[in-house]
């Protein structure tokens, strides 16, 4: 398996232990996560991006534990290896389009996809040199995705991608995700609450509050 996540606990100061459901996905396979308000989806999230420690358990990427790594060394394994989109985009407003996909790759310090034409796969190719302040809700989202694609990272991880989008972004968005994830060989894990998204990943784990 590409991606292992086992036996994962988490607790927040003050608040009863998160227990989650495991996860394993092979290269260029996809996940919902899904669960209530409350239930901990995000929290899950954190923690498979290595931006929380957990109690107890294990996040396994291609071989490699790092469910207790920090600082520096968490940094670059994840500037290298994952991949994370945001329910808004935080894109740098003083770069261009092009100019915050190089950020990606200047930070990760690896060599990753052609921007050019990643910007061409995701129809953006015209707005290379624009100012991202200039960009659509759609258009932003697909810059962040480039963004997140940029390094080419073994695991994609996207927290409610869509929920701002229309049918149509929504419907774009996904599908960028799932073939760009096939195409790098990635695994995707999507945290959703839109009904639109589940038509298009049927493989979920759903959290439960315990
Ligand atoms: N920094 C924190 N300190 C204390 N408790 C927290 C913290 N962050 C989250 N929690 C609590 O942990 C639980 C899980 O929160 P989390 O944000 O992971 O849920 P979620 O499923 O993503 O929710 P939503 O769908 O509303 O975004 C909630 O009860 C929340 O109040």
Known sequence: MLFESRNLEYN?????????????L?????LLVLGKS???KTTLLNLLAGLLKPKAGEVVLANKDFSQMKGQEMDLFR?????????????LAALNVKENLQM???????????IGQLLAELGLS????SSVLTLSEGEAQRVSIARALANSPKL??????TSSLDDENTEKVIQLLKTQAAKIGAALII???????????????EVNPS
Not at 126 to 129: H, Q, R, T, V, Y
């Open 12 to 24: 927040h100061p003050g608040q009863k232990t998160l227990v989650f459901p495991d996860i394993s």
């Open 26 to 30: 092979a290269s260029g396979e996809s």
């Open 38 to 40: 409350g239930s901990g």
């Open 79 to 91: 500037g290298k290896e994952i991949g994370i989109v945001f329910q808004k985009p935080h894109l």
């Open 104 to 114: 990606a790759h200047f930070f990760s310090k690896k060599k990753g996809q052609d």
């Open 126 to 129: 015209e707005k290379a040199k």
């Open 156 to 161: 994609i991880l996207a927290d409610e991608p």
């Open 191 to 205: 945290v959703t609450h839109d009904q639109r998204v589940k038509a298009h990943i049927p493989n979920f784990v």
